[in-house]
């Protein structure tokens, strides 16, 4: 088992440029989810899906974002266009359904940088 | 979900136990307690969750009060690498929303 596989590991651009984070989850795994983190704000959930559906996406901060989840094993995350303050990692998760069933597994993340 | 509240940093000499707690009064009765860590630079990490009875693996021990209203989350030998953020949290729904965590320091 790979874990999460997120790419690119690093990614840096210039403002208004368009971004494309990616995401293969653990095969299996029927829940997806996309998470900011920064230093300001912590660890934010942006959008979760279950079995390719998004769920939730209140906490996608503007209509700049958007995240798709064409198949199972694979979703994105795509700023059009970048700003430099959405400069962060970005970390993509995935589980098993219900809430008791075990934790997360997290990807390694994406640093993106806009300048 | 429930909030929680947790220290913001502690220390602990390595080769002692870590005992980390966390504060979650307004828990309800279908709600588990997922505790994780994230060392630096890392993605968050899964170590253990329990509903109301405690529970043990192999990186940690979780003690849930009998009201359930906090939990302490047990490194029975701390070591260097576990220096990290550790995050309690109280997971209703299928998502999960991370506080700001306990920074554990981890001094030799």
């Known amino acids: 088992d790979a874990g999460v596989i997120q790419s690119p590991r690093h990614e840096v651009t210039e403002m208004g440029q368009e971004v494309t984070l990616r995401c293969k989850p653990i095969?299996?795994?029927?829940?997806l989810f996309w998470y900011r983190q920064t230093m300001m704000r912590g660890l934010e959930l942006l959008i979760y899906?279950?079995?390719?559906?998004?769920?939730?996406d209140s906490g996608m901060p503007e209509d700049r974002f958007s995240a798709k989840m064409p198949n199972a094993s694979f979703s994105t995350l795509k700023i059009q266009p970048s700003e430099p303050r959405d400069s962060a990692v970005y970390f993509c998760?995935?589980?098993?359904?219900?809430?008791?069933?075990?934790?997360?597994?997290f990807g390694s993340g994406t640093r993106l940088t806009v300048v | 979900d429930a909030k929680t509240t947790q220290p913001t940093s502690m220390d602990c000499a390595e080769g002692r136990a870590a005992n980390l707690p966390c504060n979650h009064s307004t828990i309800s009765g279908n709600e588990y307690v997922y505790w994780y860590r994230q060392i630096h630079s890392q993605g968050p990490q899964y170590i253990i969750h329990g509903l109301k009875n405690n529970e043990t693996n192999e990186m940690a021990s979780l003690i849930i009060t009998e009201d359930r209203k906090s939990s302490t989350l047990i490194l029975p030998h701390a070591t260097l690498r576990d220096t990290a953020v550790y995050y309690c949290?109280?997971?209703?729904?299928?998502?999960?929303?991370f506080g700001a965590g306990t920074r554990l320091t981890v001094k030799p």
């Open positions: 095969s299996g795994h029927d829940y």
């Open positions: 899906f279950n079995n390719n559906v998004p769920i939730d």
């Open positions: 998760a995935s589980s098993r359904n219900s809430r008791g069933a075990g934790g997360y597994t």
């Open positions: 949290i109280v997971r209703g729904h299928n998502d999960m929303r």
